[in-house]
């Protein structure tokens, strides 16, 4: 807003942001509500479908086990998990700032940007409905069928900004698919569409998501791959079929 403000071109910003942001807090509440519904009425959530699928793919390991099990201590490990945290929120805020990038380099394909990010939010509601899935923290933590998993993001959440944990994270139990492998994912494919190779550091930070997304516990590889076939679904649907149609 403060940047549409700056360079004159305020009037432009809410007509094109207004629906897509207006959805994006829709998203959230959703989600929050579809968290509510299942505690109220006491609804099945699934674990052990994605804990025997990772076992499969991890040839018997747990990937979010693995990597926690090769975390060392110290001041470094310190620094390691923070630096995991900073990217595992940043997922927040990437994907709007990403929709800034094209706004004001490519307007005209805002708008199909737009379109292909709330149908990826809105098939992950659907996916948190009807699969409500535990992920490894709780997974090990609550219902113990993981040797232990420590949930480092909630950890320096609280210790550093107690209140920022409990207003993001509310519906714990939304890992499959992972939203937060799809989303970075979904934009590196827009970013190499649009940009080319100059879309690669799009692939490098959606891989430093996914590496710390299970390195802290969020989700499983079987999530992560879940939200990168998701994506890929998303942009197909949205970037290629249009285009196959007009031709």
């Not at 207004?18 to 519904?37: M, P, Q, T």
């Not at 950890?155 to 989303?183: G, Q, W």
Request: hydrophobic share 60%; proline share 4%.
């Amino acid at each position: 807003f403060l940047t549409a403000l700056l360079v004159g071109r305020l009037s432009v910003f809410v007509a094109d942001w207004a629906v897509f942001l207006s959805v994006v807090v829709l998203f959230d509440f959703l989600r929050g509500f579809i968290y509510a519904l299942i505690g109220r009425f006491d609804l099945r959530v699934y674990m052990h479908y994605a804990i025997d699928a990772e076992r499969f793919l991890c040839r018997g390991e747990v990937l979010p086990v693995l990597l926690q099990r090769m975390r060392g201590s110290g001041s470094w490990t310190a620094f390691f998990d923070r630096a995991a945290v900073v990217v595992h929120g940043s997922h927040f805020v990437f994907f709007l700032l990403f929709g800034m990038a094209v706004w004001f380099l490519r307007r005209a394909d805002f708008r199909q940007f737009t379109r292909a990010m709330m149908l990826l939010l809105f098939i992950g509601l659907l996916g948190y409905l009807t699969v409500p899935t535990v992920p490894p923290w709780m997974a090990s933590d609550i219902f113990h069928l993981l040797p232990p998993v420590k949930r480092l993001a909630a950890e320096l959440y609280n210790f550093a900004v107690p209140t920022m944990r409990s207003a993001f994270d509310v519906n714990p139990i939304a890992a499959m698919p992972s939203l937060h492998a799809a989303l970075p994912a979904l934009c590196a494919f827009i970013a190499l569409h649009h940009f080319g190779k100059r879309g690669g550091f799009f692939i490098a930070y959606a891989t430093l998501v996914f590496f710390s997304i299970a390195y802290l516990g969020e989700h499983y590889l079987v999530d992560i791959l879940a939200g990168v076939v998701l994506a890929a679904l998303v942009y197909v649907i949205v970037y290629c079929v249009p285009f196959r149609l007009a031709r």
